[in-house]
């Protein structure tokens, strides 16, 4: 099982971002889905999850300016950012609690960061 996530790149501030990260090989099932950020040096932080049936959940800091979704039949995981901010420029990691095939226990699995650069 692997997560690849992409769209991350420059923009200026106010502007708009979206990422998305997709799950592949042998999956039965996938729980919680979310993207977390990180500078260096820091620990990772949640910045927004969404549920099987699509309850999301957000940091209080992007509460407002980002939505999540996914889609299912994708075994994708979206991140819209709106209005950016100086503070968002980070990298992102995509996260997602997965049954593989033949197993008999959720795991974890984390995609390859995507950078946020946000310009003033």
């Known amino acids: 099982v692997q997560l690849q996530a992409s769209g991350g790149g420059l923009v200026q501030a106010g502007g708009s971002l979206s990422l998305s990260c997709a799950a592949s090989g042998s999956i039965t099932s996938i729980r919680v889905m979310a993207w977390y950020r990180q500078v260096p040096g820091k620990q990772r932080e949640l910045v927004a999850s969404?549920?099987?049936?699509?309850?999301?959940d957000y940091a209080d800091s992007v509460k407002g300016r980002f939505t999540i979704s996914r889609d299912n039949a994708k075994n994708t995981v979206y991140l819209r950012m709106n209005n950016l901010k100086s503070e968002d420029a980070r990298a992102y990691y995509c996260y997602a609690n997965i049954l593989g095939g033949g197993s008999q226990y959720y795991d974890d699995y984390w995609g390859q960061g995507t950078l946020v650069t946000v310009s003033s």
């Open positions: 969404i549920t099987s049936t699509g309850s999301p």
